[in-house]
């Protein structure tokens, strides 16, 4: 199967990008079910790039009914150890206009019910996520946005919402409070999910709206958001040809070994079939233990 070392999530407009060359698609299965879609390869800026299309073509997948655990691994199975992930976030704060991009620092997990572990079923991690998002891939595309003439944010905080519905101006306000800078639906699993799978994670995200609490500006709709989503897909799509090629060919962040001591189930103690379900994931770090307990 075709490999790809950069991950790039998003909607339409941003999986068939002008100037990608070698484009095939790939179906990909995992023992967490389907993806959202297949998953389109193609070299970009002379970088081999996997796209998929988070919420399926013509979306059509909710942000709660997301298939996120089967996503992230499918794109470990292709060999990503990167993931840029681009979307559409109100802004929470007036310094931060529709139209800009925030490359948040920290997230406020609000969701309810999504799968949001890899490890459950007899294993046991406990992963860091003190800093949610990789620093050294912020940092990079950071600078490509800002290359790209995009009006770009660096840090702040991303509240995660279940959705589908929008805000109450009572919630709005209190995420406000809060300290929260903007807010979403997707940051979250997705975040948590691939540093489980040790893959550097980022997310670009662009204003749409100012959500509800804005004093003058109207209240958001799904008109607003889909109309400036488009507008601010072409400063992505510069964004991303900057980047990709910027990024280092090896990592030295933490994210790469984010399971080496995170781990928490002895492996005596870890079923059979949860070891061969995971062994993507924790397969380096099962050969090292057997190796102790036998010596």
Request: charged content about 25%; some cysteine.
């Amino acid at each position: 199967m075709s490999e790809a070392k950069i991950g790039i999530m998003g909607g339409s407009g941003l999986y068939r990008m002008e100037g990608m060359t070698d484009v095939e698609k790939v179906k990909v299965g995992t023992p967490f079910g389907e993806p959202s879609a297949e998953i389109v390869l193609g070299t970009l800026e002379g970088v081999r790039v996997a796209f998929l299309p988070r919420h399926g073509e013509g979306h059509r997948i909710g942000p709660g009914e997301l298939p996120a655990r089967a996503n992230i691994y499918a794109l470990k199975s292709l060999g990503v150890e990167r993931i840029i992930s681009v979307g559409a976030v109100g802004s929470l704060r007036e310094e931060i206009q529709p139209l800009d991009v925030v490359i948040p620092d920290q997230f406020i997990d609000r969701t309810r019910g999504r799968s949001s572990t890899f490890f459950t079923g007899g294993m046991v991690a406990h992963v860091s996520l003190a800093e949610p998002f990789c620093p050294v891939l912020s940092d990079a595309s950071f600078e490509a946005a800002g290359r790209a003439g995009a009006r770009v944010h660096k840090g702040g905080t991303y509240l995660v919402m279940e959705g589908p519905q929008l805000s109450t101006m009572a919630e709005s306000q209190l995420y406000r409070s809060w300290g929260a800078d903007i807010i979403g639906m997707t940051a979250s699993p997705e975040a948590k999910l691939a540093r489980e799978a040790e893959i550097c994670y980022v997310t670009l995200s662009i204003v749409t709206d100012y959500d509800c609490w804005h004093p003058i500006n109207e209240s958001v709709t799904t008109e607003m958001i889909l109309t400036n989503l488009k507008k601010g897909v072409d400063d992505m799509k510069r964004t991303l040809k900057l980047l990709l090629p910027a990024l280092p060919p090896e990592r030295d962040c933490a994210c790469a070994g984010a399971l080496s001591c995170a781990i928490a189930t002895d492996i005596r103690y870890i079923p059979e079939k949860k070891k061969e379900e995971l062994k993507l994931l924790i397969g380096r770090y099962m050969d090292g233990e057997q190796d102790a307990v036998e010596t």
